[in-house]
């Protein structure tokens, strides 16, 4: 069966930092791209950032580049989002998600599972 459990979320003030981690199940993660999405209460989920399964390819939304930084441990079928400076508008869901190619290229469909989500609020 297929599992993706994160942690890590909590309460932080806004400039602070949080590293969120997910830990998948290998049938889950390789050859995967892992990535996470985030919903901000009452609007639509977006996408946050996605890691191809060898590292080298990796996408940012254009609201948290240059202050997250994704990452993964392919020997401990884990990936990881630093956050830092974080915003209150950074106040949300995050959920880990694992896909069905090896790179992400944009689209939900190419998306195999979904963690349960993580809570992040960012306090002004």
């Known amino acids: 069966q297929v599992q993706l459990v994160e942690s890590g979320g909590g309460l932080v003030q806004a400039g602070g930092s949080l590293t969120l981690s997910c830990v998948a199940s290998?049938?889950?993660?390789?050859?995967?791209?892992m990535g996470w999405f985030r919903r901000v209460l009452g609007k639509e989920r977006e996408f946050v950032a996605a890691?191809?399964?060898?590292?080298?390819?990796?996408v940012y939304a254009d609201s948290v580049k240059g202050r997250f930084t994704i990452s993964r441990d392919n020997a401990k079928n884990t990936v990881y989002l630093q956050m830092s400076s974080l915003k209150p508008e950074d106040t949300a869901v995050y959920y880990c998600?694992?896909?069905?190619?090896?790179?992400?290229?944009?689209?939900?469909?190419?998306?195999?599972?979904w963690g349960q989500g993580t809570q992040v609020t960012v306090s002004s």
């Open positions: 890691i191809s399964w060898s590292g080298s390819n990796i």
């Open positions: 290998e049938r889950a993660f390789r050859p995967y791209f």
């Open positions: 998600v694992s896909g069905t190619r090896s790179v992400w290229h944009g689209s939900e469909s190419d998306i195999a599972s």
